[in-house]
């Protein structure tokens, strides 16, 4: 028997296994730009964009749709898509998600003024202001408690950032509470850099931080082994590490 022919095939397979092993992991969204959102027909942004590298990474492809935010996470949920983007940590969502180490986008909410202004981290003084916020989000059970407490002196609350933003500049409110880099595109997309300010905290040069809350991308269990949930991670921290999340970011808003 001529052990040539054998031999040859045996040295196809461990050359080519990996890519025989590669697949295409089917992620789920909601639109939400700059982090998610469709141009010229294809899903991009800030999210998506850093998910596309970090499983690049680790030797497969990927591929997203933007759905409804129920949607995304009963379809994952269900395994009928291998992960969702931006989604935050809770106990009923760890039934059916694995989530990584690594955070994927920090969501971190802030106010914005029409005029420069900065406020003490009690915000002290926010009596005398009008505040916009958008319908359906949570702002922290500490800032929340401060708005169902009419600490403020109204509350306006809208669909939309680019609504706030219109009330926000035509006067209608003093001050409106948004997710830091959506606001920042909407503000750059509507031409408003010099119209709308982040509110900076009192003695300091730095935004006020109201909250801070960590997403990640939630793989599904029924699809996804658990290893390679970690190795996900570790290319994410990779791309921190070595400048490649900064300049995706950057790419996308003005900080």
Known sequence: MNPIPRLIAI??????????????????????????????????????DLTREAV???????????????????????????????????????????????????????????QPMALPEDLAGVEKLSLGNQLGYFYGEKFHNQVTTERFKSVETTLTIEKNLEKLVAHRTDLFIGDLLPTLYYVDQLGLDNRVHVVRREGSQQPLVVSVSPTYVAFSRKTVDPQYVETFGAALRAMKQDGTYDRIVDAYIKR
């Not at 295409?24 to 010229?40: D, G, I, S, V």
């Not at 940590?89 to 920090?106: A, F, H, M, N, T």
């Open 11 to 48: 040295l196809c397979v461990a050359v080519f296994a990996p890519l025989l092993s590669a697949q295409t992991f089917q992620f789920r969204t909601l639109k939400n730009p700059p982090l998610e959102f469709t141009r010229n027909g294809e899903v991009v942004g800030i999210a998506v």
């Open 56 to 114: 690049r990474r680790t030797g497969h492809t990927a591929e997203f749709e933007i759905r409804p935010w129920k949607r995304v996470l009963y379809e994952v949920a269900k395994g009928d898509a291998d992960g969702a983007l931006n989604a935050g940590r809770s106990d009923e969502r760890e039934i059916w998600g694995l989530y990584p180490d690594e955070v994927l986008i920090d969501e971190t909410y802030v106010l914005f003024s029409s």
